[in-house]
């Protein structure tokens, strides 16, 4: 029961990180939140048919005889109701998004008709349509984009900027989202020097706080730091009894079994239900997941990069399942090794790696010391690349999948040809 493979964790967690409830925020708040009810459309958009185009409205019989000269009768724009009918031999003047008058069935664009420059035909009361078309040409019907009362999202839909300007087009001024959960973060260890006390060189600065808060904010919430708890149980104990105040506390390091690694009797003195107590993956085996009826529970190792890690694959997928994301995991892409890498089997490890592209896809290259207290290794990593447990290695040009970390979703060139 102790000893998990990463999937198994990955799926223990998610089966205990339920949605962190409901509640409805303003649309301009709403961005990357996610949808906790249906939502239905409240008119039909365009409410008419209109024109897509700037040109004439007319009827296509009448272009049996191209050229043909056409009465025009109307100058409808965007906004206007038309006043008048298009009759055989007619046609009205019509601008983008205009509604199309009576008896018209095509648009012929200004650019098809004998003067390009619309100003010059302004005062004109016929026109020469050059081009023939089929009916029904350049005209966006009545409700083609939102039918009135028609389902435009159901729940679970996340809210990205096209997703917010169709809410914002169905009046939906106050959105129903689910909750983000609250969450608290705490270091512990005797050695750690915090980011506003005095610099002692003997100390190691607290850097698991601030990974992690940047970590959390990244997926969208604001935690709470409570600080760094010494290698004392009654300590620790009063730190980790404000930390259940929160929906999910993390704690880093004291996890592993050292003397004065505190935290899995403390936990334990507490009640909360430990699930498992260590990984098999690398960095990061010492990783701890419990819950109360109230409360999620990671305790991560003490060393930054194992710390990191254990987030991306454990805290972050809880976190956004609570938050109601479909897609909890950070996306993956396969790459080619640009070098060995060696490997026994037991462990999945997680190798920090920077990313470049060539003719044939990505290409993974590790980013120096892979020690799991070298942070540097992950500031200049791109991603993650899975050597799978069972694995005796992979030799350069083998294949694997990594996994994107923060801001790898943008690349320096736009990626079009022309
Ligand atoms: P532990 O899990 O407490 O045994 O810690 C493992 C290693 O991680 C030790 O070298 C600690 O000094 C280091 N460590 C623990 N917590 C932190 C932290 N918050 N920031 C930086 N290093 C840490
Ligand atoms: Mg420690």
Redesign the pocket.
């Known amino acids: 029961m102790e000893y998990f493979s990463l999937t198994d964790a990955q799926r223990c967690i998610l089966q205990h990180s339920s949605r962190a409830g409901i509640e409805k925020v303003g649309l301009t708040q709403a961005l990357g939140r996610v949808l906790a009810e249906q939502v239905r459309s409240n008119r039909d958009h365009p409410p008419y048919d209109v024109s897509a185009m700037d040109g004439y409205a007319l009827r296509v019989a009448d272009l049996h005889i191209i050229p043909a000269t056409l009465a025009v009768v109307e100058d409808i724009k965007a906004g206007d109701i038309p006043t008048m009918a298009v009759l055989p031999g007619q046609c009205a003047r019509i601008m983008t998004g205009a509604p199309i008058p009576k008896g018209a069935d095509t648009v012929i664009r200004v650019e098809d008709t004998q003067a390009p420059d619309f100003d010059k035909v302004k005062d004109a009361d016929t026109v020469q349509v050059n081009q023939l078309a089929v009916k029904g040409t350049d005209i966006r019907s009545r409700g083609e984009n939102l039918r009135n009362g028609a389902v435009v999202f159901d729940a679970g839909v996340e809210i990205t900027p096209g997703v917010l300007g169709i809410l914002a087009m169905v009046k939906h001024a106050q959105v129903a989202v689910y909750r983000r959960p609250r969450v608290a973060i705490l ?3 005797d ?2 020097e915090g980011l506003d006390e005095p610099f002692d060189p003997n100390k ?6 601030y990974t992690l808060l940047a970590q959390v904010q990244a997926l969208g919430i604001e935690p709470v730091l409570l600080g760094i708890a010494r290698d004392d149980p009654i300590e620790l104990s009063q730190y980790l009894m404000r930390g259940l105040e929160f929906d999910v506390l993390l704690i ?5 079994v ?1 003397v004065y ?1 505190f935290v899995r009797p403390t936990i334990e003195a507490l009640g909360i239900h430990m699930h498992f107590w260590r990984v098999a993956i690398r960095p990061g085996h ?1 990783l701890a997941f419990g819950t109360t009826p109230d409360n999620l529970v990671f305790c991560l ?4 990069v194992s710390s990191m890690v254990c987030f991306e694959q454990f805290v972050a997928p809880a976190l956004r399942n609570m938050m109601g994301h479909r897609r909890v995991y950070r996306r993956t892409i396969s790459a080619r090794l640009a070098h060995a890498v060696k490997h026994r089997p037991g462990r999945t490890e997680l190798i920090r790696v920077v990313l470049s592209r060539d003719a044939s896809g990505y290409l993974a290259t590790a980013t120096g010391s892979q020690g799991s ?1 070298v942070l540097m290794s992950m500031a200049h990593a791109d991603g993650l690349l899975f050597v799978p447990s069972d694995s005796n290695g992979l030799a350069a040009g083998d294949e694997a999948e990594v996994q994107l970390l923060d801001g790898t979703v943008f690349q320096e060139h736009s990626g079009a040809s022309s």
Request: hydrophobic share 10%; proline share 17%; aromatic share 0%.
């Open positions: 270091s512990s260890g050695e750690l190691i600065p607290d850097a698991n706080s880093s390091g004291g996890t592993s050292g690694d010492p190792p003490g060393n930054p207290g």
